[in-house]
Structures are given as structure tokens and as C-alpha cells.
């Protein structure tokens, strides 16, 4: 269909031969999922508040937030359709690293629909249960664990930064390292949307950084010349991931402070495995904790808190969890925390792609 739609451009192109590339397929992913993005986002946040899907406030979160209730949420559905439109205009559809992504972010978007829904229909910031969230979300890792332990070509050695002979067969222990790294990435990167713009920002980073890694990876030269594993096929997922950067900052127009609309759980949850997936399937899990760093720190920061108040009868070592909260309450202004964490996303993402060469 694509060859049908562009066939007017093939003298501007120089003939089809373009679009084999996934260096052009992946920019122009990113622009159409952009563009998509901007286009529709308007008329999107105009349906969601018709509907009256507002989000619901945390009662002991910061004072400051109570002014944002009421804003539209969900905005994480637009994320998700203009990424899989973009992706599925310019990849190899018969690749099925891109129908891995695909069942990863419905998935994982599905959970978070459902969690939002509920929290709209009980007029409450409580959708479902810790436990029932996670079940369904081992439930989608397990399957995704699967389809990479019996790909074709793919093997579960894991790649150590800084050792270039020490890569350990995990054998079956591929599998429950995967559920991990998926269900821990979601979350990382749900525990990280408490401000506006906070998480779509280290989202995109990450994707980015991911974007270039799955184009590395698939290029048996540049990979054997790098010393990272060589993984056919896995190089489609560029586009994928150049949809997810597109829609990111597309998102991010209306999202920025004051935000007109929340990515909400289903965006959240959906990038999250995504980017955890992503990891696995590039063999790069280390890099996803030094280009996802923001989303590591803010996980332990509620692991530390909570693990603290309970050993200490109620002693705090944060004022607030997750920890961009923390900062709130010593002062900075919401925007100052933001930005802040955007530019270490994009420190840590340039170390991430350093360490390519330090090996």
C-alpha cells in the first residue's frame, strides 16, 4: 500500500530503492508520527474532556497538585495509535520483532486502559489492585519472553558492559530475567509520570537512544566491528522506536507545563514495556538501566521509602516518593524539576552510547 501512495514521488526519490533503508523509513516514521500526533491531538483532548475523563489527585500528594484534577487523562491512547499508524506504514511488516512490540504495547496499554477506567468511574486515584496490575502484567512479559527465547537466531546469552568475553547462557533463567526487565521498566516508568512532561521527556531519550542501538544491532558490520551482539532482523525495530520518539514529542506539545492532557497508565505502562522489550531483544538490558536511569532512580526511591518506614515505625528518608516529589517539596518550582531530570536523561543517555566503545 505504501509503494501505491507514494508512487508520485518516486522520480523526487530517485526510484524506490529509498525505502529499503531503515535510516529513511525510521526519520520519516518519526516525522509522520509527529505530524499525526499534532494534528489530531487537539480534537483528542477536546473528545476525552467531553467524556469527562479527568484525572483524580493523589489525597497526600503535594498541595500544588490539586489544581491539576480534573485535567484529561488517557492521553496516552493518542501516543500508542499514532506510533503503531507510523509503524505500521513504514516497517517490514513481516519482521516479527515489530508484532513483538505490537503485543507488548497493547498489552500493556490494555492493563493501563482499564486501570484508568476504573479510576474515572469510581471518581478516585485508586484504579486496580497492586496485585491484579501485576498479574497481568507477568502475564504479557511471560508471553514476550517467550516469543524472544524461540526466535529464530536469538540466543540468551547476557552482554556485560566493559567485558567483552564474559557473556553468561542463561539458559531458562532468560525468562524470568525477561519477565523482570519488562514488568520493572512499566513501572519505572509509571512510578516517573507525576509531573507535567516529566515522563514522556525520559521516555523519548530512551527511545531514541534505543532507536539507534536496534539499528546498530542489526547491522552484522557495524556490530562485529562494535563487539555487540548481532541480532537479524532486529534493525526494523528503528522504526518502531522512531514512531515511539515521533509520538513522544508530539505528546509532549500538549503535555509540557501546564499540561492540557496526562499520558495516564495506558501511555505509562505501554511505553514502559516497550522500552523493556526493546533491551531484551537488542541484548543491550544494561544500557536500558543507564539510558532509563531516571526511571531507576525514581523506582528505588519509593522501594527505599517504603522499605524504610516500615523497618523505622514511620521515619521518612525522602520528604515525598517517588523522588521528583522530594524536590518539589524542598522548593524547586514543578518546571525546574522537570527540565532538570530531562537534561540528566540526555547525560545518561550519551554515557549509555558510550559505553558502545568501552568494551
Known amino acids: 500500500m505504501l509503494y501505491h501512495l507514494l508512487y508520485p514521488l518516486k522520480t523526487v526519490f530517485g526510484g524506490f530503492n529509498v525505502f529499503r533503508y531503515i535510516t529513511f523509513r525510521s526519520i520519516f516514521a518519526v516525522l509522520t508520527a509527529l505530524l499525526i500526533t499534532l494534528f489530531i491531538g487537539s480534537w483528542f483532548i477536546r473528545k476525552l474532556k467531553a467524556m469527562q475523563v479527568g484525572q483524580y489527585i493523589r489525597e497526600d500528594g503535594p498541595q500544588s497538585h490539586f489544581s491539576k484534577a480534573g485535567t484529561p487523562t488517557m492521553g496516552g491512547l493518542m501516543i500508542i495509535f499514532t506510533a503503531l499508524a507510523a509503524t505500521l506504514l513504514w516497517a517490514e511488516l513481516a519482521n516479527p520483532y515489530i508484532w513483538l512490540l505490537v503485543m507488548v504495547v497493547l498489552g500493556f496499554g490494555l492493563i493501563g486502559f482499564y486501570d484508568d477506567y476504573l479510576k474515572v468511574v469510581k471518581k478516585h486515584n485508586k ?38 568475553q564474559a557473556q553468561p547462557d542463561l539458559g531458562w533463567g532468560f525468562i524470568p530475567l525477561a519477565v523482570f526487565i519488562i514488568v520493572g521498566s512499566a513501572n519505572a516508568v509509571n512510578l516517573t509520570d ?62 509540557s507545563y501546564p499540561a ?32 532509563g536511569g531516571i526511571f531507576v532512580v525514581e523506582a528505588l526511591s519509593v522501594i527505599i521509602q517504603v522499605s524504610f518506614f516500615k523497618v523505622s515505625n514511620g521515619k521518612r528518608v525522602f520528604r515525598m516518593a517517588p523522588l521528583h516529589h522530594h524536590f518539589e517539596l524542598k522548593g524547586w518550582p514543578e518546571p525546574k524539576v522537570i527540565v532538570r531530570f530531562w537534561i540528566l536523561s540526555l547525560i545518561l543517555g550519551l554515557i549509555s552510547l558510550s559505553f558502545l566503545k568501552l568494551r
Open 127 to 164: 484504579g486496580l489492585s497492586g496485585r491484579s496490575k501485576l498479574l497481568a502484567q507477568t502475564v504479557i512479559a511471560i508471553i514476550a519472553a517467550f516469543w524472544l527465547y524461540y526466535s529464530p537466531g536469538f540466543d540468551t546469552t547476557l552482554t556485560l558492559p566493559f567485558f567483552k
Open 194 to 255: 507525576g509531573l507535567d512532561g516529566l515522563a514522556i521527556g525520559p521516555v523519548t531519550i530512551a527511545a531514541g537512544i534505543f532507536m539507534i542501538l536496534c539499528y546498530l544491532a542489526g547491522n552484522k558490520v557495524i556490530a562485529t566491528y562494535l563487539q555487540i551482539p548481532y541480532i537479524r532482523g532486529v534493525g526494523e525495530l528503528s522504526i518502531f522506536l522512531g514512531a515511539v520518539v515521533g509520538a513522544g514529542v508530539g505528546f509532549l506539545w500538549f503535555n
Open 260 to 291: 492540557q492532557v496526562f499520558m495516564g497508565d495506558v501511555g505509562a505502562l505501554a511505553l514502559g514495556g516497550v522500552l523493556g522489550t526493546v533491551a531484551l531483544a537488542t541484548k543491550q538490558e544494561f544500557l536500558l538501566a543507564v539510558a
